[in-house]
């Protein structure tokens, strides 16, 4: 077999880009995400009843059904039902940062769940309200302990932003995919693809394990 | 405020800072206060003693207002506890409450667990709560501490850190709750140190505890609890040396008994 590596360097320009649509898709997802799953997962602890019966059925939702499912939905359902239009890489965003605000939500309410009634009463009994008992000792204490969830579900987000290449977002798959239908250098695209997939991916999975080890409960 | 060591030889004061008047509640259907009444008064130390699950720790969560009662009243510097506008987070600035697993703030270092409500609930300024932190720590004389974190404390020293944290509001009242059943014995000791050198200062004490020599040394007047209710209360000499009900007798005379596994049956409660 003839392998002609020289076309991934003439078009390097291109995976640059494709490799920061990737970036930026999963930082924006991301920042998205987190409020949103701390907000879906306050709600699902809500004291009332039905507030927590929608929290809980968006979440069972996004968990149950494939990611790729939510993002056609966003892409093709949106605009033809509800004549929603919006561009391309926000429809992507969406369908990311719903499914993993689900993810999270489940990851905070454990974390939340997590820290025991002690440290609430000990906050009341000195006269904190209940809000406050909340920011300030009961919050702090469930981010430490989810923090290695968390980033492994940023790890996972940042493979999965591959998904929304199918409604044609010029991530670094779409970009890889697109080049080798250009070229019939499918081999050399592919290899090339999960190289620079690798390469940046390797040092977030190191990173999230140190997450692991710095941040492991202790008590 | 310094009050002579034996105290407790004289005759009682009559000034209630806190009262409890025939409080009953139940879990369920499982009664767990009947008709219990007594009376701490302002610069009394009342220790409440008697067997696991008789009530003791939760008479003091029902002073707090962290648990509700069923019939009765608590009253607390003239205000009753219970009723439906009292400022429950006002009534607890004044109660400082201490308990057998510390709960002190693990992602917060010593100075910052004390320092917490003072800028959070009085909203004083960081610096002024840093500084009343730092004196309250030079009291319980951990103030080499300050800097570490919790988890790197004994539980001696972090029991010492919780009572500066309650003390640093400036409490009219101390609440402890077993303060020494969940500590190594060697540790024991530092905290009811320091618990006595508070009587001592005039603090007002209501402490549940199984340390009867505490009780016996420090205690103007002793509260026996079984079964949910107060069987006997009298000043220490006269429950430790002449109970007059059977059932405080059989306790005192078990723990002389059981003196080695007490700690353990503690725990379960």
Request: hydrophobic share 45%; charged share 20%; with cysteine.
């Amino acid at each position: 077999m003839n392998l002609d590596w020289s076309v991934v360097w003439d078009h390097r320009r291109q995976f640059l880009d494709g490799a920061l649509m990737t970036i930026l898709l999963t930082v924006v997802t991301m920042s998205l995400a987190l409020p949103g799953g701390l907000l879906l997962a306050l709600l699902r602890l809500s004291p009332l009843r039905p507030v927590r019966l929608c929290a809980t059925a968006f979440v069972e939702f996004f968990r149950a059904t494939p990611l790729i499912l939510q993002i056609y939905w966003a892409f093709y359902v949106l605009p033809a039902t509800f004549d929603i239009r919006l561009p391309d890489f926000a429809t992507g965003v969406i369908g990311l940062s719903l499914n993993v605000s689900a993810f999270n939500s489940e990851t905070f309410r454990a974390g939340i769940i997590s820290v025991r009634q002690g440290q609430t009463n000990a906050g009341l009994a000195l006269g904190l309200s209940k809000t406050q008992v909340f920011i300030y000792i009961i919050l702090p204490q469930a981010i430490m302990r989810v923090l290695p969830a968390l980033a492994n579900t940023w790890v996972s987000l940042f493979k999965d932003t591959s998904l929304v290449s199918t409604i044609a977002i010029a991530e670094l798959s779409y970009v890889s995919l697109q080049i080798r239908a250009r070229t019939f250098r499918f081999l050399e695209m592919l290899t090339a693809m999960a190289a620079i997939y690798w390469i940046m991916g390797y040092p977030q999975a190191k990173l999230a394990d140190w997450i692991h080890r710095r941040f492991k409960v202790q008590e | 405020m310094t009050k002579p060591p034996h105290t407790n030889a004289t005759r009682r004061k009559n000034e209630p800072l806190l009262k409890f008047e025939s409080v009953s509640k139940y879990y369920g259907k499982t009664l767990a206060l009947r008709d219990a009444s007594f009376c701490v008064n302002r610069n009394e130390v009342v220790c409440i003693i008697g067997p696991s699950g008789s009530g003791k720790s939760t008479i003091l969560r029902c002073a707090t207002g962290l648990e509700t009662i069923d019939a009765g009243q608590i009253v607390f510097g003239g205000l009753t506890v219970h009723a439906e506008n009292t400022d429950l987070r006002l009534l607890r600035q004044r109660m400082g409450m201490v308990y057998q697993s510390f709960e002190l703030f693990p992602h917060l270092t010593v100075i910052r667990n004390v320092a917490l409500a003072l800028v959070v609930v009085r909203t004083m300024n960081k610096n002024a709560a840093l500084i009343r932190s730092e004196e309250m720590l030079e009291r319980v004389g951990l103030i080499e501490k300050a800097n570490e974190y919790p988890a790197n404390l004994s539980g001696g020293q972090q029991q010492r850190v919780a009572i500066a944290r309650a003390l640093a509001m400036e409490p009219d009242l101390m609440l402890f709750d077993e303060p020494t059943s969940a500590l190594d014995p060697e540790t024991i000791g530092e905290v009811l140190t320091v618990m006595k050198r508070l009587a001592e200062e005039g603090m007002t004490m209501v402490v549940v505890t199984h340390e009867m020599d505490f009780a016996r040394r420090v205690a103007d007047w002793v509260v026996v609890f079984d079964e949910g209710t107060v069987i006997e209360q009298g000043p220490p000499k006269q429950i430790f040396d002449a109970p007059a009900v059977a059932r405080t007798k059989g306790f005192l005379s078990h723990l002389g008994w059981h003196d080695d596994t007490e700690s353990e049956s503690n725990n379960s409660q």
